[in-house]
């Protein structure tokens, strides 16, 4: 069968829209992982990237071919019954945790750029959340469709605009000293790791309603090289900023300072981002959390942001620094088992 390259391209925006979250779409995240290493950090998003292509698309072939609902079912695949139900506890509180990271960046955007509350940012973003989760598979689709694009158009202006700089070819080799270098090393399997464990919650389920192989394949190879690209062009702007590492949303500043006519185009999209990352890890909770206990979807999700109401109240850059290096190192383990796992017809 030919590849449906229009359901690819709506599994590639998925899956760029579900991994460009918060920290990403903010540039806290790629500073945090990259940009703080300099030269070292582009090579790093390099080795991501590969990761992010091939494994991802591995990754959607298997749970389609094994027909999984949820990434439990492919973690007991992947790990059997046993190690797979505690991986499927581990990837639930990761999903919490990230879940909470991002209502804390809706928040930080309406407080950091708009001049509002940080709890009107939160309640927005939750109200906004709960209408799209009703619309399931549709909703979360119509989103991403419209979103990715734009955030992948405003990255490479950003980048046009960064190379004009004066520096900027210096810049981009210069390697600076920090003091937990040995991250650099470790930074695209964590990061890699930690974004694809995540995104599992929202692509099993996708996968197993597409189910035609190659366009599954071809969707997740086009999303694997847009965000290498879109994690290149963010990176090469980044290093440009001074004191980087100081900001909440660094991607906004650059945006301020260097394109003011469309900052608030911009903060809309940055904002977007988020609001996709939040409905598709809520949706892959949501998902499993009912194959547990049959309750309505409204009364699941409305559970599901309490939770990480309480934990995204506090502050995003301390939740950010600390949640995910700590899940990106948890989720190496799933990377190489699923690397490791031969299945027939998945290369």
């Known amino acids: 069968m030919k590849t449906n390259w229009s359901a690819a391209f709506q599994i590639a925006a998925v899956y760029v829209g579900t991994v460009v979250g918060a920290g990403f779409a903010t540039g806290k995240e790629i500073v945090e992982f990259f940009s703080r290493f300099g030269f070292i950090g582009l090579l790093s998003i390099l080795m991501s990237g590969y990761i992010f292509i091939f494994l991802g698309s591995k990754l959607m072939r298997i749970a389609a071919r094994i027909q999984a609902t949820s990434y439990q079912e492919l973690n007991e695949y992947l790990f059997g019954r046993f190690i797979g139900s505690l991986i499927n506890i581990i ?43 009703i619309l399931g598979t549709k909703g979360l689709f ?18 046009f605009i960064s190379m004009k700089l004066p520096n900027f070819t210096e810049q981009i080799l210069y390697i600076p000293f920090a003091e937990d270098g040995w991250k650099s090393v470790a930074a695209p399997f964590s990061y890699a790791a930690l974004n694809l464990s995540l995104a599992q919650a929202v692509l099993v389920p996708i996968a197993s309603e597409i189910k035609h ?10 999303g694997g090289v847009a965000l290498t690209l879109i994690l290149i062009s963010s990176h090469l702007t980044l290093v440009m900023l001074p004191q980087l590492e100081t900001y909440a949303i660094p991607m906004a500043v650059i945006m301020k300072t260097s394109a003011s006519s469309l900052f608030w185009i911009y903060v809309f999209i940055i904002y977007g981002e988020i609001f996709t990352s939040v409905i598709g890890n809520v949706y892959g909770i949501e998902r499993q959390v009912r194959k547990y206990i049959p309750i309505p979807t409204t009364i699941t999700v409305c559970f599901i942001f309490i939770i990480c109401f309480f ?5 995003y850059g301390t939740l950010l620094a600390y949640l995910y290096p700590l899940f990106g190192y948890i989720s190496v383990i799933f990377i190489v088992l699923l690397w490791m796992k031969p299945f027939k017809g998945v290369n």
Do not use: H, R
């Open 91 to 133: 990837m639930l509180v990761m999903l919490l945790g990230v879940c909470a990271v991002m209502l804390s960046g809706a928040g930080a955007v309406f407080e950091e750029q708009i001049g509002l509350s940080k709890y009107t940012g939160i309640f927005v973003t939750i109200a906004l959340s709960i209408v799209v989760m």
């Open 142 to 159: 119509a989103v991403n469709t419209f979103v990715v694009p734009m955030m992948i158009a405003f990255s490479f202006l950003l980048l």
């Open 213 to 222: 192989d190659q366009t599954i394949k071809w969707g997740g190879i086009l």
């Open 311 to 315: 934990i995204s109240l506090i502050n």
